[in-house]
């Protein structure tokens, strides 16, 4: 069964500095998909990246970019100039790509809640 | 247009008692999934509905949960004889169908208190 985990319980970063959030996966299946959601205290799950696994380049979006290593299972999301809003749940989470399609569940890690000081 | 909506937004009921919640999908939206967040957990899947296939219910934790999709659109998720461990955020999920991959929209959630 594919796992996802996050490291970090919480994170704190000072605005306008940039801050990465660390992701690790487990899987032995060679097609998937890994995503980026962000839960502010409204509850609503936002995408903010994501990320093809056959895809060696690495996924950008404004000031969000993911480094990911497909070797090492690994997948973080780096946040550049962090903002007053950017302070939420981070979560990451794994989506098998093997059953073909574009659709299926998503395995979430446990999150990481990150806070940002002004 | 209007995202995924869920009712209530929380819920408080008494061990034992059967709840429903209650997803609308983004209009045209072909699969529904349904997660569960506990306290300090991440999300954790519970079923998905995809069109007129049967759901795919490996997530379900106890037959104590149930849920059905009618018409394609809206689903409910039953929770009888409810317990304290039930107690969490139940999200529901929609997803377009199409060739390339879209991404899964989130409604705000109920949370459920089980006293």
């Known amino acids: 069964a594919q796992t996802v985990t996050q490291s970090q319980p919480e994170m704190s970063v000072q605005e306008a500095e940039t801050v990465t959030l660390s992701c690790t996966y487990d899987?032995?299946?060679?097609?998937?998909?890994l995503f980026w959601y962000k839960q502010p205290p409204s509850r609503q799950m936002i995408l903010v990246i994501r990320?093809?696994?056959?895809?060696?380049q690495n996924a950008t979006e404004n000031r969000f970019s993911v480094n990911f290593q497909k070797a090492a299972k690994s997948f973080s999301l780096k946040i550049s100039d962090s903002q007053l809003g950017d302070a939420a749940m981070y979560f990451c989470?794994?989506?098998?790509?093997?059953?073909?399609?574009?659709?299926?569940?998503?395995?979430f890690g446990k999150g990481t809640k990150l806070s940002v000081k002004p | 247009g209007a995202g995924v909506s869920q009712s209530p937004s929380n819920k408080v009921t008494e061990k034992g008692k059967d709840v429903e919640l209650r997803c609308d999908p983004i209009s045209g939206h072909t699969a529904l999934y349904w997660y569960r967040q506990s306290l300090g957990q991440g999300l954790e899947f519970l079923i998905y509905f995809q069109g007129n296939s049967a759901p795919d219910k490996s997530g379900l934790p106890s037959d104590r949960f149930s849920a059905e999709r009618t018409g394609g659109s809206v689903s409910t998720l039953t929770i009888q004889r409810t317990q304290q461990e039930d107690s969490a955020v139940y999200l529901c999920?929609?997803?377009?169908?199409?060739?390339?991959?879209?991404?899964?929209?989130f409604g705000p959630g109920t949370r459920l208190t089980v006293t």
């Open positions: 989470a794994y989506r098998s790509g093997d059953k073909g399609g574009s659709q299926g569940n998503l395995i």
């Open positions: 999920a929609s997803q377009q169908e199409g060739g390339a991959w879209y991404e899964q929209y």
């Open positions: 990320q093809e696994a056959y895809k060696q």
């Open positions: 899987t032995s299946e060679s097609d998937y998909y």
